[in-house]
Structure formats: structure tokens, C-alpha cells
Nanobody
Framework: QVQLVESGGGLVQAGGSLRISCAVY????????MGWFRQAPGKEREFVAA????????YYGDSVKGRFTISRDNAKNTLYLQMNSLKPEDTAVYYC?????????????????WGQGTQVTVSS
């Protein structure tokens, strides 16, 4: 079993920065990759970024490329998402997710475990 606990969400003005974290508990050695998704009210869950747990290859959605950076600290079993140049359209609940096998990192079905989500609100 794996448990994911997000933290660091909040309210920020447009153009500002925020870093959210995801602590990973459990079978972390079995991680293939981890990712961040977001979901705004009335919209589908959207891929934000992913990172291979070993090797560190990163992948980003087009809407955040160049502004967001995903990283992980293997020693602390923690995943991060640094968000810069935030826009009001970045407002959403952000979820971290754990993939225990190779499938498709760009879709929710590619992940086995999910955190409870953390709210990020960007004011204009």
C-alpha cells in the first residue's frame, strides 16, 4: 500500500509562485513514476507533470511547460511541484499520484494511488 499526503496549497496573486509537496508513505521502492494532476470545477482531471522515480526524467503538460518544475527527493520520499508565473487559470485542486508500473503517465489511468488533493487559488 502507498499513501500520499499533499501540502503547501493556498492563495497567491497572479504572477506569483508557490511550491506544493507530496509525502509518500509505504512501498516507495516500487515506484515507477509520480505525477501531478489538477482539476478545476466542472472540468476533467488534467495532467500537469510527471517524473520517473529513478533517473529523474520529467514530462510536462503544454499549459505549464516553462513555468512549473517537478522534482523529487528520494531520501525524503517527497515529490514537489514548483509553480512560477501563476495565472488565474492555474486555479484548481492539485493531486499527486503514484505509478507502480509503466503504462501512460499522461492519463489518470496510468496511476495506482492518489493523494487527497490540495487547493491552489490564483487571484487576478
Amino acid at each position: 500500500q502507498v499513501q500520499l499526503v499533499e501540502s503547501g496549497g493556498g492563495l497567491v496573486q497572479a504572477g506569483g509562485s508557490l511550491r506544493i509537496s507530496c509525502a509518500v508513505y509505504g512501498r516507495t521502492f516500487s515506484a515507477y513514476a509520480m505525477g501531478w494532476f489538477r482539476q478545476a470545477p466542472g472540468k476533467e482531471r488534467e495532467f500537469v507533470a510527471a517524473i520517473r522515480w529513478s533517473g529523474g526524467n520529467t514530462y510536462y503538460g503544454d499549459s505549464v511547460k516553462g513555468r512549473f518544475t517537478i522534482s523529487r527527493d528520494n531520501a525524503k520520499n517527497t515529490l514537489y511541484l514548483q509553480m512560477n508565473s501563476l495565472k488565474p487559470e492555474d486555479t484548481a485542486v492539485y493531486y499527486c499520484a503514484f505509478a507502480g508500473r509503466l503504462f501512460n503517465l499522461w492519463v489518470p489511468a496510468g496511476y495506482d494511488y492518489w493523494g487527497q488533493g490540495t487547493q491552489v487559488t490564483v487571484s487576478s
